[in-house]
């Protein structure tokens, strides 16, 4: 298994480029199932779990055909998807264990092919993460459900628009129900909708194949069913998330970089924290710079749906918050399990106290390289970011996390001045 060996102690300077967004990437490439024409996706990420979605859609007779542009950090890769062979609208377990946003492709089998297998993603390391909202939402719009050795099936010969309301804000349940209402017979209302940006990005993407949706973004979406969708060719939006992932690393280290091929404007509460800790950010039109102070001040977070602070970015501001000076009290409201990266932390003599959803972190003068264990995405993310800040060696052990989500990490960080490799 690969790991990643850090020298820390380097102010992170200069600029790197910011890659298209996994989370709009996985439900865009699913969106290719509605429609017998090709869909052309851009600035595709090449991340792990982009080519789990591949292999999954190409077993399920998807034509799938990438195209890579230039070379090195700037290297833009497009996808074209041609769903017109689609013949096999199952998704087996070993690929979907591996992935759980594969769940994404039930909405659009669904409402393609009037019926899906698509296999219980499982819980992962963060938490339990059902999908009976999903269910919930499928069977509201006529399909008929049911849940066997671990597989979902549905069938409806088409489905009905319906009014359907989450029990609680769900990202890729709007996704998957929005998909699925596109070719529905009629009108859907998704109430509590998630607002989140990848969502709208989604929307934007069908409404140039043909579908007819007003309200993403809100908390209330409607589509109008219609009898098809064409193809359309889409840009994917930048990957906040890695946005403020490199903008935590630069706050950590003392830092000032510039980030391009991406905005400050689906960031608002990332960055008014991070200026709360008494960074500089300056917002231009496809780039965010961050200066950061000698030393960062505690800042306080709490987790909740967007736009408020996303949950994707607390493991990051548990990192930053160690080296801070004051206490933190982290408030993790989303997700039941997403303080592993603490206890690794510890390691690295971070001083943080855990009371089932809170995290307190007190900063510490300095932390001290050691050897830690990555558990999920952005828990490794948040290792990487204290090694950085940490004097000495850090080893991150179980990278594949990281290749998950962030593309090219070490290359990117190295041309930031990170002391930083791969090791086998
Ligand atoms: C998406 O996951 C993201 N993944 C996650 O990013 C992100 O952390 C999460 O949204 C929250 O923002 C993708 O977009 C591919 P949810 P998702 O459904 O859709 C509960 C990353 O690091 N829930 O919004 O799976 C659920 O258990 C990943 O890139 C139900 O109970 O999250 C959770 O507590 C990690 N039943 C809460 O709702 C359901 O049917 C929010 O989950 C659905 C969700």
Redesign the pocket.
């Known amino acids: 298994m690969d790991k990643l060996l850090i020298e820390g102690g380097v102010a992170l300077a200069g600029e790197v480029s910011i890659s298209g967004a996994?989370?709009a990437a996985?439900p865009l490439l699913c969106a290719a199932l509605l429609t017998r024409e090709p869909l052309t996706l851009t600035n595709v990420p090449d991340l792990n779990d982009i080519a789990t979605m591949l292999k999954l859609l190409v077993q399920m007779g998807v034509k799938v055909t990438q195209e890579k542009v230039g070379a090195g950090l700037t290297a833009q890769t497009s996808v074209t998807l041609d769903a017109s062979g689609l013949d096999n609208p199952v998704a087996p377990y070993e690929l979907v264990k591996t992935m759980?946003?594969s769940v994404l492709v039930l909405g659009p089998l669904t409402a393609r092919c009037g019926e899906a297998r698509v296999s219980l993603p499982g819980g992962c390391a963060?938490?339990?993460?059902?999908?009976?909202?999903?269910i919930k939402g499928l069977t509201a719009m006529g399909a008929e459900t049911s849940v066997e050795q671990g597989y979902v099936h549905t069938r409806a010969p088409r489905l009905k628009g319906a009014r359907l309301f989450t029990d609680?804000?769900?990202?890729?349940?709007t996704e998957n129900l929005m998909m699925a209402a596109c070719l529905a017979d009629g009108e859907t209302v998704i109430e509590n909708a998630?607002r989140?940006p990848?969502v709208v990005d989604l929307a934007k993407c069908l409404v140039a194949m043909g579908a007819n949706i007003s309200g993403a973004g809100t908390d209330v979406i409607r589509i109008r069913g219609v009898e098809r969708l064409h193809g359309a060719t889409h840009r994917i939006m930048p990957d906040r998330?890695e946005t403020g992932t490199y903008l935590c690393a630069a706050a950590a280290t003392g830092g000032a970089v510039r980030l391009t091929q991406t905005s400050g404007s689906y960031l608002d509460a990332v960055i008014d924290k991070l200026m709360d800790a008494g960074c500089e950010i300056v917002l231009e039109r496809d780039a965010i710079r961050l200066k950061a102070p000698q030393r960062l001040k505690a800042v306080s977070i709490r987790t909740a749906p967007y736009p408020a602070f996303?949950?994707?970015m607390q493991a990051q501001f548990m990192a930053i918050n160690t080296v801070a000076e004051g206490t933190a009290v982290i408030r993790e409201t989303?997700?039941?399990n997403r303080f592993m990266h603490a206890v690794e932390l510890i390691r690295l003599g971070a001083d943080i106290k855990i009371d089932g959803n809170t995290a307190f972190v007190t900063g510490v003068g300095r932390l001290e390289g050691a050897t830690v264990m990555a558990t999920d995405?952005?828990a490794s993310a948040s290792l990487v970011i204290a090694g950085l800040a940490a004097r000495g060696e850090t080893l991150v052990e179980r990278i594949y996390h990281l290749d998950r989500?962030y593309e090219h990490i070490e290359t990117k960080l190295a041309a930031l001045g990170a002391r930083v490799r791969r090791v086998k």
Not at 126 to 134: E, S, T
């Open positions: 996994k989370n996985l759980r946003a963060i938490g339990a993460r059902p999908v009976d909202q999903h609680m804000v769900t990202v890729t349940g998630a989140e990848e998330i996303p949950t994707d989303i997700f039941e995405l952005r989500g």
